[in-house]
């Protein structure tokens, strides 16, 4: 006897590795890391786990660093235009997008941290590159600056998150954060040769 498909399973979209890393980010933004399992997700997919191996050959690990460059990665920043463009608003902008962006992924902020994954995080790096680069910054301190910068960001998001889960209500991180990025902007333009 051949099954036939149910009709959800003919309404579905096709399993794809991009649907499998957003339903992922569901699972952990709705109920953390240590709920994510490949049956949980093939559950939320509505597939049997092991169609996600079609995607994925290398498994939870793959899915794992699927999850980090989805998060880490930050859209390319718009560089202000030609030298002595407001570079330090551009890189404002960014700062509080990607805080943003990896406040809203809480549960995946820990693979950020602690997976090694350099490709995720490459792009986010060079735009920053960029961005110092045509505001005048050697190439080195572009890239010092945009390695502090991205280590800022993250390490901020980490803190915070640690901080709120602790109950420590007493902290501004709005204002904390901006304080510290004024301190980290500062530093950068001290570079500059102009």
Do not use: C
Not at 5 to 12: D, E, H, L, T, Y
Not at 103 to 112: D, K, M, T, W, Y
Not at 156 to 178: K, S
């Amino acid at each position: 006897m051949v099954r036939q498909p149910s009709v959800a399973a003919q309404n579905r979209p096709p399993l794809t590795r991009e649907r499998i890393i957003e339903a992922a980010l569901r699972i952990v933004d709705g109920q953390g890391l240590g709920r994510l399992t490949m049956r949980r997700l093939g559950d939320a997919l509505e597939v049997e786990a092991m169609a996600i191996y079609h995607h994925l050959p290398r498994g939870k690990e793959e899915l794992l660093d699927g999850l980090v460059a989805h998060v880490a990665v930050h859209p390319a920043q718009t560089a202000p235009a030609g030298r002595g463009a407001d570079w330090r608003a551009a890189l404002r902008g960014w700062a509080g997008d990607y805080r943003a962006r990896l406040l809203e992924h809480a549960g995946v902020l820990p693979l950020v941290v602690t997976r090694r994954n350099p490709a995720a995080l490459a792009s986010t790096t060079a735009s920053l590159r960029e961005i110092l680069r045509l505001a005048g910054l050697p190439e080195r301190a572009a890239a010092d600056g945009a390695h502090a910068l991205l280590g800022y960001v993250i390490g901020h998001a980490a803190l915070e998150v640690r901080g709120e889960a602790a109950g420590e209500e007493a902290v501004d991180w709005q204002a904390r954060f901006t304080s510290g990025l004024e301190l980290v902007l500062t530093g950068l333009a001290a570079q500059s040769p102009r």
